[in-house]
């Protein structure tokens, strides 16, 4: 028996034909990129909690308490530091070897995959995308971002990455950066973060209650405005030779894709998806009602299975995680005693000049 068929029309009148086996593994995307993040924003959340109850356990005097080396994850501008000394001296970052594990193993996930890690694994990308399905059953409407000021927010989060990169990649000397790495501040950096939200300031309260508040009324509000490390990502995606691709020939315009990016791509006037805002989430991909107008392959012809981008991505994160293990390169190699004398001090550390 031949597969049931669905259809839906689009401006051109056609009623295009998509198989229910198609369709049906189209459907299944989403709900598995919900289970992915959740299960990876679980996971970080456990990592913190563990990582507190070693700085609880640290403090009070208890040198045998375990510190989770994922906990890095967190220290994105220490890990960037980690990576600039390793390409300049080929030294692994002692302090903090996790973290720089963890970004070289994102950077090779964007040229593989795209901005991936953004959209399927990024715990802060989840909980955006919570709010954004919570906002919905309050929201009759949310607001639209004028097109001017729409590019000239999402420019800020290019200008800050940026200047990151500047600072460590152009401006600090592989001495500063050795200096950097062993300092106190570096040290505790994974303590100066714990304080920063358990110890919260009135300031720091107040800019978090803004940034959640008009995440629920601008969807994607920090991810597409502030955040300089899916900028870096994204940058480095213009590398990647994984693309979806439309198929003008096919299309109906329904403008079911572009409906459904969560970044507000224009996927149906593309040929081809290029642009440094595309997360490879395949929204795009699972809501399109034609067999093969949309596709998602590299350099422009070999297509992939749709699910093939998240395993791809899993198994470079996975592959590096072992690989690190393996050789000894992700665990601190800082003893707790350095942690405990470094922490307790951490309030008063201020940033290496």
């Known amino acids: 028996m031949e597969d049931a068929v669905l259809t839906k029309k689009g401006k051109k009148g056609r009623e295009p034909a998509v198989s229910a086996k198609e369709a049906g593994t189209r459907k299944m995307i989403p709900s598995l990129r919900w289970v992915v993040q959740s299960v990876y924003t679980l996971f970080y959340v456990l990592v913190a909690i563990e990582f507190f109850y070693f700085y609880a356990g640290i403090m009070a005097g208890n040198l045998a308490v375990y510190r989770p080396p994922a906990v890095e994850g967190f220290l994105p501008i220490s890990s960037l530091l980690g990576l600039r000394y390793f390409l300049a001296t080929g030294i692994y970052d002692h302090v903090h070897p996790a973290g720089l594990t963890i970004i070289m193993a994102v950077i090779v996930s964007a040229i593989a ?28 409407k949310r607001v639209t971002v004028p097109p001017i000021l729409d590019h000239l927010l999402m420019s800020v989060k290019y200008l800050l990455c940026a200047f990151f990169v500047y600072v460590i990649f152009f401006k600090m000397s592989v001495r500063d950066i050795e200096s950097f790495i062993s300092s106190p501040y570096n040290v505790a950096a994974d303590a100066k973060m714990l304080l920063f939200f358990v110890d919260m300031s009135k300031t720091t309260a107040i800019t978090l209650a803004v940034i959640f508040a008009l995440s629920v009324f601008v969807k994607n509000f920090w991810c597409r405005y502030l955040c300089p490390y899916g900028a870096f990502l994204g940058v480095i995606s213009l590398f990647s030779p994984l693309a979806v691709r439309r198929d003008a020939r096919l299309c109906i315009d329904c403008e079911s894709c572009t409906k459904e990016c969560p970044y507000q791509i224009r996927v149906h006037r593309k040929k081809s998806v290029r642009t440094v805002e595309c997360t490879a989430c395949l929204n795009c991909v699972s809501s399109c009602p034609v067999d093969d107008c949309l596709t998602v392959g590299y350099f422009g012809r070999k297509r992939l299975k749709e699910l093939a981008v998240p395993l791809l991505l899993l198994a470079v994160i996975l592959s590096f995680h072992l690989g690190a293990r393996v050789t000894g390169h992700w665990e601190s190699g800082v003893d707790n005693r350095t942690f405990q004398r470094f922490y307790s001090i951490a309030e008063k550390l201020q940033h290496p000049r």
């Open 113 to 140: 995959t795209r901005k991936s890690f953004c959209g399927w694994v990024c715990p802060v990308g989840c909980i955006s995308r919570m709010v954004e399905r919570g906002s919905r059953r309050f929201l009759k």
